[in-house]
């Protein structure tokens, strides 16, 4: 699961309309000035940035819930109020205190980041981890995982990959507020290519070519690397015989093979703009034989859709009704909306699986 910024039509429109606004004043005006001001204009609306959010902030046009027209009161009414408060305190109010960012296991959680932590509880005691052992974590996100694995299991180490630098920085500077960086080692970089791993400490990459992990886990990452056969391999390699393996992943569901051509190409394209490739979407036989030619045995796939897609669907929804008109709806939510709509598709018609999976390197 990844959220990517879509260039909006509106922010499209807004820089054509620009454009033809700039080549028609400097006519009149000398060109530098405006090409300056034009620059950072265009950059401002073609990214998802914070500018972007002030910006429009300032114009007033950040969107708010609708007020029935009953609650609508002249100005006379309300003592002639001029400044409002409205709901932006929610951004105040907002508890970052986590940045989970998986489907969660919404068997009994409450809430998002309940769900996101009961799911990397599964994968950590999938990964029978034990006091004293050493942990490669692929995927890390924000970090959330990697303090969650220390707290939870206290291994003696952990050396984490992730691939989106902003989340890699976020987690470098939390595990340094929690004092962490000699048990936690976070690396920058594509999973399945080890030698160009980045360390956002100064620290040495030495570590890298070490190959005697008790414990590999990624956690609702390995579906987006290219491809997870390559990562099994690597996984096997970086880890001492009987050593263990344990991820969340997706599998192709029972009903996937049977659905309707545009069913099956709505989920290819939805999957594959979610940055999963193709190639790892298979069906379980395939899935265990993949592990075993990997070099992994005793495989447990442990299926538990039914307490992800449906939870995860509801609480978007849920979600969405509480604070939708706090933030940019158009803009923010989408890929949430989207991801909703294309999780009630896959779960009704089974078109995919979700699974935690387990195994052991073979030993020899
Ligand atoms: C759905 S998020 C899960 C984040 C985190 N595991 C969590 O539970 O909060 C997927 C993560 O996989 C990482 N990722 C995607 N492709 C990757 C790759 N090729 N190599 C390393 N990490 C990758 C992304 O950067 C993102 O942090």
Redesign the pocket.
Known sequence: ??SHSLLSRRSVLAVVVLTITALFISKTYPFHLLTFLFGILSSILITDSLLWDALRFLSGTLPKPEIPVQFSLPASEVGGLKYTYGLDHGLLNARLDT????MGYWREAKGFQEA?EA??RLVGDGGQIQKGDKVLD?????G??LLFWHRTYTPSLIVG????PL?ACVAHTRIQTANLSHQIRPFL????HISNWKPLDKGSTKILSENDYDVVLS???CY???TRVNFLRLAASKLKPNGRLSISDFLLGTGFKSASFTTRMFMRVALKGV?VPEENLVEEHVYNRQMEDAGFEDVEVRDITEYVFPGLAGFIGEQRRRVGGLVDVDRKWRQYEFMRRALITAYEKKLLRFVVVSAMRRSC
């Not at 940045?99 to 998986?102: D, E, G, K, S, Y």
């Not at 692929?138 to 924000?142: E, I, K, L, S, V």
């Not at 970089?189 to 399945?192: F, K, L, P, T, V």
């Open positions: 699961m990844t940045l989970w960012l998986n996101c799911l990397a692929f995927g890390y996100g924000c959330d995982q990959v992730t691939s989106e989340q970089g594509d999973a399945i956690l609702d990452s987006h690397y290219t940055g």
